[in-house]
């Protein structure tokens, strides 16, 4: 099946600072992904869909300020974690669509982000 | 909005028992996931589910589709400890989202 890739795969970072997370279709086209956060212990809670060429579009609660989606091209697009704080530590998990498929999802590897 | 709801939440089970896991959703969809996760790691495609009355299966495992009911179901046979893991159902949306039932964790002891 197709690949999607993420980078990295954990992180741990300092309070305050910034953090990228990028994921890329390796082998497919995507104009659409999406991101999502798992807490321990529980499910996967979508954060936002990318959208190649245009603005991201962030689902209620979440300050698109502080997470900061760029999609740039059909095979990347980039969550990055502003100003980062313990709170923010989670498992990132992105899935793309194959814009030539039936438009099954394939998901990354997953980032886990750890803030001291 | 669309609600995602597995039972049961946690499941222990002996090898070579049978049982099911019950995804229901409150709204309309045509398209319907289930994935497996282990410990710290992504998720893993295990069906696509497309239309109404859907039935696929791989190993031990058969998921199927009732889109009048929304309810789609997991199956396992013969239960093994290889299959212990977090089992999640996820809907798609008109606008292509996403959503994902809260999970089943499911351990099997020898």
């Known amino acids: 099946g197709a690949v999607v890739s993420q980078h990295p795969s954990w992180v741990i970072c300092k309070s305050g600072t910034s953090v990228k997370i990028e994921c890329r279709s390796l082998d497919f086209q995507a104009t659409t992904m999406f991101w999502y956060r798992q807490f321990p212990k529980q499910s996967l809670m979508l954060m936002a869909t990318?959208?190649?060429?245009?603005?991201?579009?962030?689902e209620q609660g979440v300050e698109k300020d502080k997470f900061l989606i760029n999609h740039a091209s059909l095979t990347l697009s980039t969550l990055t974690v502003t100003s980062a704080h313990p709170e923010d530590s989670s498992f990132y998990i992105c899935s793309a669509r194959d814009i030539d498929t039936t438009g099954e999802l394939f998901f990354g590897e997953g980032s886990r982000l750890t803030v001291l | 909005e669309l609600k995602v709801e597995q039972n049961p939440l946690f499941l222990s089970m002996q090898e070579g028992k049978n049982y099911t896991i019950y995804c229901n959703y409150s709204t309309t969809s045509d398209r319907l996931y289930w994935y497996r996760q282990d410990p710290g790691k992504s998720l893993e495609s295990l069906f696509v589910l497309l239309s109404n009355g859907a039935v696929k299966q791989e190993g031990r495992l058969m998921a199927s589709l009732d889109t009048k009911a929304r309810l789609s179901t997991l199956h396992i046979t013969a239960a093994v400890h290889d299959l212990s893991a977090t089992y999640f159902c996820a809907v798609v949306l008109n606008n292509n989202d996403m959503r994902f039932g809260a999970g089943t964790r499911l351990t099997v002891k020898p």
């Open positions: 990318s959208n190649e060429g245009s603005k991201a579009t962030y």
